[in-house]
């Protein structure tokens, strides 16, 4: 079956600094894979996708994410993060023709001043 | 928000009582799905539906049911509520697929928090 893992369940980082957060996923085929960001107490938004063709995909709010099939990785990055990017984030892969979610079990992002 | 509502927002109801949860949406998509949020356990799929009358199960359906009479609204009933039912609950569209992969996207409405005590 479909998995992903998402090793952070909690990271730190200061305003200004660089961030990744890790995904790794279990999948047959080309996977089709995302980042949703979910502020305390809303739903979530998509951040990106990847579904084929160029490894490194670009979101918004100024976040990426690198696609790298040999590893089974999809990790989210940004150069500099915001008090803003405080948050949980969440890493999924679509499943089959009815692109059931399967999502990891997140990682909180809390950000120093 | 992809024009998608639940309700209500926030549920208590009291172990052994039926709870239904309401989906409705303003974009006649063909898929709505049905997950529920716990801590560790990040989003996982309940039920989730391709049209009208058109239901399967996701990864964790016991005890829960779903029915979909119009496109627009697509309800999650809670038959006899147990505290482990106790979530929040977040229903989805699917938008884009006549775009192909490049297109195809789930968006997620604002989340109903039950609690049973």
């Known amino acids: 079956a479909q998995s992903v893992t998402q090793p952070d369940i909690h990271i730190t980082v200061s305003e200004g600094a660089s961030l990744e957060l890790r995904c790794n996923y279990s999948y047959g085929a080309t996977p089709y894979l995302f980042w949703y960001v979910q502020s305390p107490g809303q739903g979530l938004q998509l951040l990106l996708k990847y579904f084929s063709g160029d490894t490194l995909v670009q979101g918004i709010k100024g976040f990426e994410a690198e696609f790298k099939r040999s590893q089974s990785s999809f990790n989210l990055r940004k150069p500099s993060v915001h008090w803003s990017d405080a948050a949980e984030y969440f890493c999924?892969?679509?499943?089959?023709?009815?692109?059931?979610?399967?999502f990891g079990q997140g990682t909180r992002l809390t950000i120093n001043p | 928000d992809a024009g998608i509502t639940q309700s209500p927002r926030h549920k208590v109801t009291e172990t052994g009582t039926p709870v239904t949860l309401r989906c409705h949406q303003t974009e006649n998509h063909r898929y709505m799905y049905w997950y529920r949020q716990d801590p560790g356990h990040g989003l996982r799929l309940i039920h989730y539906?391709?049209?009208?009358?058109?239901?399967d199960k996701g990864e964790v359906s016991d005890g829960y049911s779903v029915s979909r009479s119009k496109t627009e609204d697509f309800l999650l009933t809670l038959e006899s509520a147990t505290s482990s039912q106790t979530s929040v609950y977040f229903c989805?569209?699917?938008?884009?697929?006549?775009?192909?992969?490049?297109?195809?996207?789930?968006?997620f409405g604002p989340g109903t928090r039950l609690t049973v005590l």
């Open positions: 539906s391709y049209g009208v009358k058109d239901t």
């Open positions: 999924a892969v679509g499943q089959g023709g009815a692109q059931k979610l399967v």
């Open positions: 989805a569209i699917r938008s884009g697929l006549a775009g192909g992969r490049r297109t195809d996207t789930q968006y």
